[in-house]
């Protein structure tokens, strides 16, 4: 199965840019890297997703290693809102979608 | 357009008791899944689908079944249900190979007591 690694926690503090990095080394050239976040007592929730090129939104941008065994995501403005749990998965050809653990974003005012 | 909706929302079961879950979608997504999510934890996948018929095997499927008779709906059943099955469990659905994101639901919070 295709997985991702993220670290445990990162902190950062309010206004200021974030750097959440996701490795995959074990990506396949079909699958997707979709990035969503969980807020606690909800379901996750759509951040971004790519496959080779750097993709922007309106929430975030998605910053792809030329090998694509890696990736970032990029919160431009942190603010105390985006506090949440940060899930980097790969949306694979067969269907199987995986989660990981997580990166816990605490946003410090 | 209501996306992906649980049904139901909370439920309290005793040790034995059997229940379905239902998850239904409106976006006309061919791969559906379900998760538990325990306290602390990340989202485990617990079976899912690529089509309307099919299912296959997650991470942690014993002690649940699930059928996709209709392309919309994906049913997760609890047999015989444990205190072990106490958690949150979230249905998605998606469009992968169509580079489409995934629209997850609210959740069930299920206590088996």
């Known amino acids: 199965d295709a997985k991702t690694t993220q670290p445990n926690s990162m902190e950062s503090n309010e206004e200021e840019p974030v750097h959440l990095p996701c490795n995959h080394s074990?990506?396949?050239?079909?699958?997707?890297i979709h990035w969503y976040r969980q807020l606690p007592s909800q379901g996750p929730e759509y951040v971004i997703h790519?496959?080779?090129s750097n993709v922007n939104n309106r929430m975030a941008s998605l910053a792809i290693a030329e090998d694509r065994k890696s990736s970032t995501l990029i919160l431009h403005r942190a603010t105390l809102r985006d506090a949440a749990v940060y899930y980097c998965?790969?949306?694979?050809?067969?269907?199987?979608?995986?989660f990981g653990q997580g990166t816990i974003l605490t946003v410090h005012p | 357009n209501a996306g992906v909706t649980q049904t139901p929302k909370f439920r309290v079961l005793k040790t034995g008791q059997s229940m379905t879950l239902l998850c239904a979608q409106d976006?006309?997504?061919?791969?559906m899944y379900w998760y538990r999510q325990d306290p602390g934890m990340g989202l485990r996948l617990i079976h899912y689908?690529?089509?309307?018929?099919?299912?296959a095997k997650g991470e942690v499927p014993d002690g649940y079944n699930v059928s996709r008779l209709k392309k919309q709906n994906f049913l997760l059943g609890l047999e015989s249900a444990a205190p072990s099955q106490t958690s949150v469990y979230f249905c998605?659905?998606?469009?992968?190979?169509?580079?489409?994101?995934?629209?997850f639901g609210s959740g069930t919070r299920l206590t088996v007591v």
């Open positions: 998605a659905s998606g469009r992968p190979l169509q580079g489409y994101g995934y629209t």
């Open positions: 689908s690529v089509g309307e018929g099919t299912t």
């Open positions: 790519g496959l080779t």
């Open positions: 998965i790969l949306g694979t050809s067969y269907g199987k979608l995986t």
């Open positions: 074990t990506i396949s050239g079909t699958d997707y």
């Open positions: 976006m006309n997504h061919e791969y």
